[in-house]
């Protein structure tokens, strides 16, 4: 087995909330928006994470690239633990870890030119570059990511949120990152552009070997094309398991609803699937459900869920699930 | 009909290849100011003032010292404004040409406030984006600073430094430099609380830019319309303090002069019918305050991205 280029260990993220108006000795409290995960990306492979909004993915996304300040665990990167770097060091090392964002538009200075925004990545790690040849690999990569590369003098304005995102997708590659994570790339987008999108990811991820963390709240783009999915709820990981097994037989209570979610395209299989639906609103991740923390929503709780964390159960072929009574659904192997 | 093929593709050729030329914010900021017709009037009659106070020497028939002798003792009566003996403003109580006076005046008092005005964008931006962008306790410390400055009475403070030091053109520049950043800076802060969030930001952060970068590259470009249009703002203000000092007797000291001055040398004289000596300096004055005024609400009005 080849050695992860990413690995995560025991990874959490908790912010500190202060309240409005409280005294400035009373203790802020902690939301723990990333809580103990783990998971390694292989070289070459794609790792979707997928949640609802809240889950704590994108928090998880932000630590890995080093935006959001950790505060427990281990990132590996290439066997290199990020948090004993120096920020010297670090700042160098950042080179290898891109990230694409969720808003195209967001993600881009506005006052800057597109050719200006694609190349900041080449110049600030390799300043010395002459600007032809700068110029140069800001065309080659534009017209890669399908964009004219006359377009270069333009503002991100000027652009429609698909052409944003190849943009900002552009400017995460042109310095070959051995890791590239992408959060929630397409949900921003038309439905019609995702697709072109999603497609262009995976093309970019075949020809330039890039290891890759798709993140999104929607499995059916996910499953396109991960090859490992981790489904996460309030910062925790509910089950992992390759892309084919976690969305044709789940077992966890949630992935399975987070599937049954996902519409079929014809009718009548659509009609007489079985649902699992979940009810109810995300808890507060301020003040989460003791034990396992979708109990409170879950529709096959029971009294001792409350109890212990449940435990990450490894159900033998890299797939492993965070609840005692999981149990494996079939869900039309077609349907998804 | 087809058309020409060799035509076709030169045409083709000339779309592709043909580096198109982006519309900047800017340029879009610049399009809606010209729109504007009280900013656009605003900017005419500042520029006429500028080119007056610069050129306005090439006219005049009297130096700004020298003495008209045959006027002296006599101004009120004979001092009036003339194209026959040059003074076309008129006299000031001593005999002196208005004319090369206002022109002197009006320089220096838009020097002063333009002075002031750069030392609070250049001051006041790096000041306010360092402390909005780092947070934290640095910018409690910066912050805080800049309270207990503004705290200070400004006036008072600016006209004991005249008293203490010599009235001199220099310390005035100081004074006001000293005073007109920390608005400024304030603004910027905020700005930058609120610009530092954005994505973008944040991307630059992960790719791994250096945080002072950071905020010449990403924070600052993305605040320089609200500072122009503040630091446009500011320069009346600035001039009207200047105005103000003068007035006292503290400002600009003879020969040299201001509008503060003039106004003042001229409040004087009015009881004695020569209304020629406050009417010219003020209507510079007045003129100058509006015409900023006027652009600055321009600018602002350009360049508020709400009003997209
Ligand atoms: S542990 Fe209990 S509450 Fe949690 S998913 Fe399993 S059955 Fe549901």
Redesign the pocket.
């Given at each position: 087995m080849t050695a992860p280029i990413l690995s995560v260990k025991d990874l959490s993220v908790t912010f500190d909330v202060r309240q409005q108006g409280a005294w400035p000795w009373t203790p802020a409290r902690k939301l723990h928006a990333v809580n103990k995960v783990n998971f390694d990306l292989k070289p070459g492979e794609c790792l979707g994470v997928v949640g609802e909004s809240g889950s704590g993915k994108s928090t998880l996304a932000r630590a890995i690239v080093g935006t959001v300040p950790t505060s427990g665990g281990q990132i590996l990167v290439d066997g290199r633990d990020l948090a004993s770097m120096s920020p010297e060091e670090r700042r160098v090392h950042r080179r290898d870890v891109q990230m694409v964002f969720q808003d195209p538009l967001a993600a881009l200075n506005p006052r800057m030119t597109v050719g200006e925004i694609i190349a900041e990545p080449l110049i600030t790690h390799e300043p010395n570059t002459p600007r032809a040849e700068v110029k140069k690999r800001v065309s080659e990569l534009m017209e890669r990511v399908g964009l004219l590369p006359n377009l270069i003098n333009r503002y991100p304005h000027e652009f429609s949120g698909g052409q944003c995102q190849r943009i900002g997708i552009a400017r995460a590659l042109i310095l070959r990152p051995k890791l590239l994570i992408c959060d929630e790339p397409v949900s921003a987008l038309d439905v019609s552009v995702q697709a072109q999108v999603v497609n262009l990811l995976m093309e970019l991820q075949r020809d330039f070997g890039l290891s890759m963390i798709f993140i999104a709240h929607d499995l059916s783009v996910v499953k396109h094309i991960s090859d490992e999915i981790v489904v996460m709820y309030l910062g925790t990981v509910?089950e992992q398991a390759n892309a084919r097994t976690l969305t044709t037989k789940p077992s966890?209570?949630?992935s399975q609803a987070l599937i049954s979610a996902v519409p079929i395209p014809d009718p009548v299989l659509e009609r007489a699937r079985p649902r699992a639906v979940i009810e109810g609103e995300l808890p507060s991740p301020l003040n989460p459900p003791s034990?396992?923390v979708?109990?409170t929503r879950?529709p096959?709780?029971?009294a001792s869920?409350a109890g212990d964390r449940?435990a990450l159960l490894d159900l033998g072929n890299d797939h492993t699930v965070?609840?005692?009574?999981?149990e494996e659904v079939d869900v039309l192997a077609a349907a998804v | 009909m087809y058309p020409d093929k060799a035509k076709m593709e030169s045409l083709v050729e000339a779309t592709e290849l043909a580096e198109v030329r982006g519309r900047s914010l800017w340029s879009d900021a610049r399009a809606r100011f010209i729109r504007n017709k009280a900013a656009v009037g605003g900017l005419i009659i500042l520029i006429l003032i500028l080119a007056f106070s610069l050129f306005g020497q090439v006219f005049q028939a009297w130096s700004n010292e020298a003495i008209d002798w045959k006027l002296v003792g006599r101004v009120t009566q004979i001092g009036g404004p003339s194209f026959e003996n040059g003074h076309y403003f008129g006299a000031d109580d001593l005999g002196r040409d208005l004319y090369a006076r206002v022109v002197q005046g009006t320089g220096i008092s838009i020097m002063v406030g333009v002075v002031g005005s750069l030392v609070a964008v250049i001051v006041g931006t790096l000041y306010g984006a360092t402390a909005g962008y780092f947070g934290g306790r640095l910018d409690n410390i910066m912050m805080r600073t800049v309270d207990v400055l503004m705290s200070i009475p400004f006036m008072f403070v600016l006209i004991l430094m005249l008293v203490i030091w010599g009235r001199s053109i220099t310390m005035l520049f100081v004074g006001i430099g000293l005073i007109s950043w920390l608005d400024m800076a304030r603004i910027v802060r905020g700005q930058t609380l609120s610009i530092k969030n954005k994505e973008f930001v944040e991307t630059a952060v992960a790719i791994g830019v250096r945080p002072f970068t950071i905020i010449l590259r990403h924070i600052v470009p993305n605040l320089l319309g609200i500072v122009v249009v503040y630091a446009t703002l500011l320069i009346p203000g600035l001039i009207m303090a200047e105005s103000f000092i003068s007035f006292l007797g503290l400002g600009v000291q003879e020969p040299m002069t201001s509008l503060g001055a003039l106004i003042q040398g001229g409040s004087k004289q009015m009881l004695y019918g020569a209304w020629w000596q406050i009417a010219f300096p003020l209507f510079f004055f007045l003129a100058t305050l509006f015409a900023f005024t006027f652009v600055g609400d321009g600018l602002r009005d350009a360049l508020d991205p709400k009003d997209r």
């Amino acid at each position: 087995m080849t050695a992860p280029i990413l690995s995560v260990k025991d990874l959490s993220v908790t912010f500190d909330v202060r309240q409005q108006g409280a005294w400035p000795w009373t203790p802020a409290r902690k939301l723990h928006a990333v809580n103990k995960v783990n998971f390694d990306l292989k070289p070459g492979e794609c790792l979707g994470v997928v949640g609802e909004s809240g889950s704590g993915k994108s928090t998880l996304a932000r630590a890995i690239v080093g935006t959001v300040p950790t505060s427990g665990g281990q990132i590996l990167v290439d066997g290199r633990d990020l948090a004993s770097m120096s920020p010297e060091e670090r700042r160098v090392h950042r080179r290898d870890v891109q990230m694409v964002f969720q808003d195209p538009l967001a993600a881009l200075n506005p006052r800057m030119t597109v050719g200006e925004i694609i190349a900041e990545p080449l110049i600030t790690h390799e300043p010395n570059t002459p600007r032809a040849e700068v110029k140069k690999r800001v065309s080659e990569l534009m017209e890669r990511v399908g964009l004219l590369p006359n377009l270069i003098n333009r503002y991100p304005h000027e652009f429609s949120g698909g052409q944003c995102q190849r943009i900002g997708i552009a400017r995460a590659l042109i310095l070959r990152p051995k890791l590239l994570i992408c959060d929630e790339p397409v949900s921003a987008l038309d439905v019609s552009v995702q697709a072109q999108v999603v497609n262009l990811l995976m093309e970019l991820q075949r020809d330039f070997g890039l290891s890759m963390i798709f993140i999104a709240h929607d499995l059916s783009v996910v499953k396109h094309i991960s090859d490992e999915i981790v489904v996460m709820y309030l910062g925790t990981v509910m089950e992992q398991a390759n892309a084919r097994t976690l969305t044709t037989k789940p077992s966890h209570p949630y992935s399975q609803a987070l599937i049954s979610a996902v519409p079929i395209p014809d009718p009548v299989l659509e009609r007489a699937r079985p649902r699992a639906v979940i009810e109810g609103e995300l808890p507060s991740p301020l003040n989460p459900p003791s034990g396992c923390v979708f109990r409170t929503r879950c529709p096959k709780a029971q009294a001792s869920c409350a109890g212990d964390r449940p435990a990450l159960l490894d159900l033998g072929n890299d797939h492993t699930v965070a609840c005692p009574f999981h149990e494996e659904v079939d869900v039309l192997a077609a349907a998804v | 009909m087809y058309p020409d093929k060799a035509k076709m593709e030169s045409l083709v050729e000339a779309t592709e290849l043909a580096e198109v030329r982006g519309r900047s914010l800017w340029s879009d900021a610049r399009a809606r100011f010209i729109r504007n017709k009280a900013a656009v009037g605003g900017l005419i009659i500042l520029i006429l003032i500028l080119a007056f106070s610069l050129f306005g020497q090439v006219f005049q028939a009297w130096s700004n010292e020298a003495i008209d002798w045959k006027l002296v003792g006599r101004v009120t009566q004979i001092g009036g404004p003339s194209f026959e003996n040059g003074h076309y403003f008129g006299a000031d109580d001593l005999g002196r040409d208005l004319y090369a006076r206002v022109v002197q005046g009006t320089g220096i008092s838009i020097m002063v406030g333009v002075v002031g005005s750069l030392v609070a964008v250049i001051v006041g931006t790096l000041y306010g984006a360092t402390a909005g962008y780092f947070g934290g306790r640095l910018d409690n410390i910066m912050m805080r600073t800049v309270d207990v400055l503004m705290s200070i009475p400004f006036m008072f403070v600016l006209i004991l430094m005249l008293v203490i030091w010599g009235r001199s053109i220099t310390m005035l520049f100081v004074g006001i430099g000293l005073i007109s950043w920390l608005d400024m800076a304030r603004i910027v802060r905020g700005q930058t609380l609120s610009i530092k969030n954005k994505e973008f930001v944040e991307t630059a952060v992960a790719i791994g830019v250096r945080p002072f970068t950071i905020i010449l590259r990403h924070i600052v470009p993305n605040l320089l319309g609200i500072v122009v249009v503040y630091a446009t703002l500011l320069i009346p203000g600035l001039i009207m303090a200047e105005s103000f000092i003068s007035f006292l007797g503290l400002g600009v000291q003879e020969p040299m002069t201001s509008l503060g001055a003039l106004i003042q040398g001229g409040s004087k004289q009015m009881l004695y019918g020569a209304w020629w000596q406050i009417a010219f300096p003020l209507f510079f004055f007045l003129a100058t305050l509006f015409a900023f005024t006027f652009v600055g609400d321009g600018l602002r009005d350009a360049l508020d991205p709400k009003d997209r």
